[in-house]
C-alpha cells in the first residue's frame, strides 16, 4: 500500500457550513458564508464514504463490519487509514498556508493591489516583563519606510516559495496567491413556496454564499492505507447541499519543503510552523493547555520555546452521518502558527529534524497538526 492523492474537482460551486446553525425551519439563514478549505473531518468522512461505495455499500446506514478494519466505524475512528492535508493545488502545484511569521505590506502589481512579504518576525533581542515572564516578543527584523506590515491573510505558497521562507528567504512573488486567485464566492436563495396561499413559507427562505473555485485549482488531500486493489467512484457528494466533486486519484508523495538542517545546525535555533490545524493535547480535567515559552513544544522535546506567532484559535468540528448532527466544536491552533525554539541538547538535533513534516497534537492519524522545520531568520543573510 503506497501514499495516494485524491483530488476533488468541482462539478459545481460548493458549500462547506462552519459552526454557525443552519437548519431547515430556522430564521435568519441570509448570507450563510461557506467555509473554505473544508476542514479535515469534512474530506475524511468524503473520502472514507467513497471507499466505502466503492467496496458495494449502499450510502445509508452503516457500512459492512468487514470494512471496520480499513475504514473504521464511525465519526472517530478511521481504522487504517492516515490521512496528510487538505491542501489546494493550482496547476499541479500544491499550494501552503504562508506562515504568520513572515509580513508584508500592500503593493499594486501589474493586476491588482497584492499582500508582498516585506520582512520576517523573529524574537527580540531583550525580554519584556508581562504577566507570561520574562518574554522575547517577535519584532520586524526591517521596518518599511511607507505602510503598514500586515499578516500573509488567505495568503498560500507553493512549496518551492516555503522551502526559501524555510530558508529565511522571501518567496518570490509568483509563488504566492491570495485566495481571491483561487476561489470565488456566489451569493444563492432557496425558498420553500405554499402551493396553496402561492407564498413563501415562513422560515425557509435562505441565501448561502457557495464556493467556485477557479480553472486548475483542485483541493487535494493524501492517504496512507487504502488496498492497493480498491478503487473510488468517480463522482462523489462533497459538503453540504449535497453538491458533486469529480475524484481522481494517483500514486504521490506528501508535499514537503526542504528543511534546512545546515542553517540549524550552526545556529541551534530553529522555528516550528503548523502546515495544518493543531489540536493541542486536553489534561484529566479536559482543559487545553498552550506551550509557554521556556517550555517544550509538544513531542519536541530537547529544545524549548523562546517565542512565537501564534494565531486565533479556530473551531472545528465536523458531521455525524449517522446520527444526523454535528460535531462538537474543539478549538485548534491554526495553520501558520510558528514557534521560535534554541536547543537545549544539541544531541537532540537529529531526532528534532526528523520531526519535519510529521504531526504534534491530537488527531495526527486525521492530519492535523503538521509541522514544517525551518531556519530562525535574522537579519544577515537574509534576501527580503
Not at 503593493?107 to 523573529?122: C, G, I, M
Not at 500573509?152 to 518570490?172: F, H, K, N, Q
Not at 488531500?221 to 466533486?245: C, H, K, M, Q, Y
Not at 540549524?264 to 489540536?279: A, D, K, N, Y
Request: charged content about 20%; hydrophobic content about 35%.
Amino acid at each position: 500500500m503506497n501514499t495516494r492523492m485524491i483530488s476533488f474537482s468541482p462539478v459545481d460551486a460548493w458549500f462547506f457550513r462552519d459552526g454557525r446553525p443552519y437548519h431547515l425551519g430556522e430564521s435568519g439563514q441570509t448570507d450563510v458564508q461557506s467555509l473554505f478549505p473544508p476542514h479535515a473531518p469534512t474530506v475524511i468522512g468524503t473520502v472514507r464514504a467513497a471507499l466505502a461505495r466503492g467496496q458495494g455499500w449502499d450510502g445509508r446506514g452503516a457500512w459492512n463490519n468487514d470494512l471496520h478494519s480499513t475504514l473504521g466505524n464511525g465519526a472517530h475512528d478511521i481504522g487504517a487509514l492516515r490521512f496528510t492535508g487538505p491542501f489546494l493545488t493550482r496547476k499541479q502545484q500544491t499550494l501552503l498556508p504562508v506562515p504568520l511569521h513572515l509580513l508584508g505590506g500592500l503593493r499594486e502589481l501589474s493586476d491588482a493591489v497584492r499582500w508582498t512579504p516585506t520582512t520576517f518576525l523573529a524574537p527580540s533581542e531583550t525580554a519584556l516583563e508581562c504577566d507570561l515572564g520574562n518574554v522575547r516578543f517577535p519584532v520586524p527584523l526591517n521596518h518599511p519606510k511607507e505602510g503598514q506590515l500586515k499578516e500573509p491573510a488567505e495568503m498560500w505558497v507553493t512549496v518551492d516559495g516555503y522551502s526559501r521562507i524555510l530558508r529565511g528567504e522571501s518567496p518570490e512573488q509568483d509563488s504566492l496567491f491570495h485566495s481571491d486567485q483561487l476561489w470565488k464566492t456566489e451569493s444563492r436563495v432557496g425558498l420553500a413556496r405554499d402551493h396553496a396561499s402561492r407564498s413563501a413559507e415562513e422560515g425557509k427562505l435562505y441565501s448561502p454564499s457557495f464556493v467556485r473555485l477557479h480553472k486548475e485549482v483542485q483541493l487535494a488531500v493524501w492517504v496512507d492505507g487504502i488496498p492497493d486493489d480498491w478503487t473510488i467512484p468517480d463522482l462523489n457528494t462533497f459538503g453540504g447541499e449535497s453538491r458533486l466533486a469529480h475524484c481522481e486519484t494517483e500514486q504521490s508523495e506528501r508535499p514537503l519543503p526542504e528543511v534546512p538542517a545546515d542553517k540549524i545546525r550552526e545556529s541551534g535555533r530553529f522555528t516550528v510552523s503548523l502546515l495544518t490545524p493543531m489540536l493541542l493535547p486536553s489534561t484529566a480535567t479536559g482543559q487545553q493547555t498552550h506551550p509557554q515559552p521556556g517550555e517544550t513544544l509538544h513531542s519536541l522535546s530537547g529544545a524549548k520555546i523562546v517565542s512565537a506567532c501564534v494565531g486565533k484559535p479556530i473551531r472545528i468540528g465536523g458531521w455525524n452521518s449517522v446520527h444526523r448532527e454535528p460535531e462538537p466544536l474543539l478549538a485548534y491552533l491554526p495553520a501558520g502558527s510558528t514557534w521560535f525554539c534554541e536547543l537545549t541538547r544539541p544531541d537532540a538535533l537529529d531526532s528534532l529534524l526528523k520531526m519535519h513534516g510529521q504531526t504534534i497534537g491530537d488527531k495526527p492519524d486525521h492530519g492535523f497538526g503538521q509541522i514544517v522545520i525551518g531556519a530562525w531568520p535574522t537579519s544577515k543573510g537574509d534576501t527580503l
